[in-house]
């Protein structure tokens, strides 16, 4: 069964409003989470490393205050985009890895269309 | 400095085919190496992995994948393919810390009937 839950599903906002994405490591506790974005019929862009307890790294041209990593507890992760725009509009996908050298899991990942 | 490189973006077979899907990778330092497979609208599933050991790995669904160091290569092949295998298939690497992993650009594995 699915070990890395993400909601919602899919969400349609209007532009300027923010939307807020949960990751939830079902039965691990997860230090790092990692957020992707993926474009269609694209590979996964790694956006930012989300570390419980401390602020997340964010790759090179993600825009830190557009798109906020809360990584609050050892079994949850958000990422909130702020002000989003249609350009915002994507498909982001969770993951973590269960123990240090184990494969990264997935979350269903969320479809954001901005309106 | 990793990478990977899936060669062939689009692949078609037909069903009962022999299924081939190429990843070449670069590593400083050992690989673990992943295949995972996407369905639309949907996040990924792993398929198999090598970290250490037999380097020729099988997963789920039939497939497996054999690592060639001298080639740095991890291609993934299925004997017989099935219409329910059309999806994205994405080949990826680490340093095997759980940390970063990188992805390649993706194949979209078609079945004909």
């Known amino acids: 069964g699915a070990v890395v839950s993400q909601h919602p599903s899919w969400v349609i906002c209007k532009s300027g409003t923010s939307v807020k994405i949960e990751c939830r490591s079902l039965?691990?506790?997860?230090?790092?989470m990692f957020w992707y974005r993926q474009f269609p019929k694209q590979s996964l862009m790694l956006m930012a490393t989300?570390?419980?307890?401390?602020?997340?790294?964010?790759e090179q041209g993600v825009e830190k205050d557009k798109f906020l990593i809360n990584h609050a507890s050892l079994t949850l992760s958000t990422l909130t985009v702020t002000s989003a725009h249609p350009e915002d509009s994507s498909f982001y996908i969770c993951?973590?890895?269960?123990?240090?050298?184990?494969?990264?899991?997935f979350g269903n990942g969320t479809r954001l269309t901005v309106t | 400095a990793q990478s990977v490189t899936q060669l062939g973006s689009h692949v078609s077979v037909s069903e009962g085919a022999l299924v081939l899907l190429r990843c070449n990778y670069s590593?400083?330092?050992?690989?673990?190496l992943f295949w995972y497979v996407q369905y639309p609208n949907q996040g990924l599933q792993l398929l198999l992995k090598?970290?250490?050991?037999?380097?020729l790995v099988k997963g789920i669904n039939g497939f497996e994948a054999e690592f060639k160091k001298s080639e740095t290569s991890f291609h993934l092949t299925k004997p017989s393919a099935h219409m329910s295998d059309a999806a994205e298939y994405f080949c990826a690497v680490s340093e095997g810390t759980g940390n970063q992993f990188y992805f390649g650009t993706g194949t979209s594995l078609t079945v004909i009937p």
């Open positions: 039965d691990f506790q997860a230090t790092t």
């Open positions: 993951s973590a890895p269960r123990a240090s050298d184990s494969p990264l899991h």
């Open positions: 989300s570390n419980e307890g401390s602020k997340a790294t964010y």
């Open positions: 090598y970290t250490t050991g037999a380097t």
């Open positions: 590593s400083s330092v050992p690989p673990y």
